[in-house]
T-cell receptor
């Protein structure tokens, strides 16, 4: 079945550092890809999506580019702030006829002042 | 903007009792609703998918008898956890989407603690 892999369980950075969180997917079809962010005590918030190869999604300074060749959708931000500390989830829209989102295991980002 | 509200935010119940949770979409028509459970380890389990005027589809390991869901209109859904036990603990999330969109908008979740 379709799946999403996030290799970093935790990332610790200082303010103004560059962020990369890796996301790779496995799908038989052509899935839509998503990034969500979850703050403590809250539900996941939709950040952005991309639906086709080479499409870039972005929001709040975060961006990711859909790469069908490497089956990746890595999250990047040029300069992180302490307020970006949260758990980030990569997700894909299932391609088997169901519309559910399949989530990765999440990456805890901690940004120190 | 699209907002989803969930109620209650948290419930503590005795083992063997039941908990009902509600999900309200504001600012858009929730044609489809996905109910997830997020474990204390933060992993997501899909419980069921509900589309208005269609049958509710439950995932393996989740049944209508245990997690009955109602989705009567384009702004509201509810789910009940019947006979809750320790393994039912977690954050129950309602994700709603509107016409022609792929992303789900989530509420803040209903946290269930079972004693």
């Amino acid at each position: 079945g379709d799946s999403v892999t996030q290799t970093e369980g935790q990332v610790a950075l200082s303010e103004e550092d560059f962020l990369t969180i890796h996301c790779n997917y496995s799908a038989s079809g052509y899935p839509a890809l998503f990034w969500y962010v979850q703050y403590p005590g809250e539900g996941p918030q939709f950040l952005f999506r991309a639906s086709r190869d080479k499409e870039k999604g972005s929001s709040r300074g975060f961006e990711a580019t859909y790469d069908k060749g490497t089956t990746s959708f890595h999250l990047r931000k040029a300069s992180v702030q302490e307020s970006d500390s949260a758990v980030y989830y990569c997700a894909l829209g299932e391609t088997s006829g169901s519309w559910q989102l399949i989530f990765g295991s999440g990456t805890q980002l901690t940004v120190m002042p | 903007g699209a907002l989803v509200y969930q109620y209650p935010r948290r419930t503590i119940c005795k083992s063997g009792t039941s908990m009902r949770m509600e999900c309200q979409a504001v600012g858009f028509q929730a044609t489809s609703v996905a109910w997830y459970r997020q474990s204390p380890q933060k992993t997501f389990e899909l419980i069921a998918l509900s589309t208005v005027n269609s049958a509710i589809k439950y995932e393996q390991n989740f049944t209508q008898e245990k997690f009955p869901i109602s989705h009567p209109n384009l702004s509201f859904s509810s789910m009940t956890v019947l006979n809750a036990y320790l393994e039912d603990r977690g954050l129950y999330l309602c994700g709603a989407r509107g016409w022609g969109t792929g992303q789900l908008y989530f509420g803040e979740g209903s946290k269930l603690t079972v004693l």
